[in-house]
């Protein structure tokens, strides 16, 4: 029976920044093997959303909790520790080092925290790619948009998270290598047995989630349909 327990759980969130109430009252849950999307307007908080959920900024009030530690109770290197081990990110652009091997830029999120009981960080990068599709000996500047955007998705996964948190991983994609990252990207929750928060403003993306939650108002809301 596969361990469905929350991976991820926000509840009564608040955030205001200088005199703006950005959200409030925010509860989300989040389960291994589950996808979210988080839709909403430009401003309306979504990337403030993940800054809280990865310990960036704090919140007003309200508690964040990754796989059953409180998030929101840590500082300094115990909040470190639980980001670098619990939570992998996928960003719009990759954010990978063109100065680094696709391989060096999967491997170091393993580098900087290391266990002991894992695989050599370089073969589990190698093996990630591969499983993800990328020519490992092309130099990173080369990569394309999709390829830059699998290699981000294979330095997520190298920490083996609970959770991966996206904001946007496919806004600068065209439409076809979106559709591939989208899949490879939602396939996840079930390959890796990790919850996938993803923030996004395409509605093609969101769709592919099991759940959505749009942020009206400062609200957040379950959609039912995308009419
Ligand atoms: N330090 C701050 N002080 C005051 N307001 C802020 C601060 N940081 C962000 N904001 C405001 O918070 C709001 C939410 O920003 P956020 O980036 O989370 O929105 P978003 O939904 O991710 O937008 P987008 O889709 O355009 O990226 C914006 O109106 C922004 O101007």
Redesign the pocket.
């Known amino acids: 029976m596969p361990n469905t327990s929350p991976v991820l759980s926000v509840s009564d969130l608040c955030l205001t920044?200088?005199?703006?109430t950005?959200f409030t009252s925010a509860d989300l849950t989040v389960n291994a093997g589950e996808s979210l999307a988080i839709l909403?307007?430009?401003?309306?908080?979504?990337?403030?959303?993940l800054?809280v959920i990865l310990g960036l900024i704090s919140p007003t009030s309200g508690q964040v909790v990754i796989d059953g530690t409180a998030l929101t109770d840590l500082r300094g290197d115990a909040l470190a520790n639980l980001r670098a081990s619990a939570v992998g990110m996928v960003f719009q652009f990759g954010e990978i080092l063109p100065e680094l091997t696709p391989a060096e830029n999967v491997a170091l999120p393993a580098l900087l925290n290391p266990r002991p009981d894992a695989l050599d960080p370089y073969e589990r990068a190698a093996s990630l790619l591969e499983t993800l599709g990328v020519v490992t000996t092309a130099p990173t500047a080369h990569l394309s948009g999709g390829e830059r955007q699998r290699v981000a998705v294979a330095r997520a996964l190298i920490n083996a998270p609970r959770l991966i948190l996206a904001?946007?991983p496919t806004g600068a994609l065209d439409e076809k290598t979106r559709d591939q990252v989208a899949s490879i990207l939602f396939e996840l929750p079930v390959s890796h047995h990790c919850g996938l928060l993803t923030?996004t403003?395409d509605l093609n993306v969101a769709s592919r989630a099991d759940r959505i939650v749009q942020?009206v108002d400062g609200r957040l809301q379950v959609r039912d349909e995308l009419a």
Not at 17 to 20: A, D
Not at 41 to 49: D, E, F, H, I, V
């Open positions: 920044l200088g005199e703006r950005i909403g307007p430009s401003g309306s908080g979504k990337s403030s959303l800054s904001d946007e923030v403003h942020i």
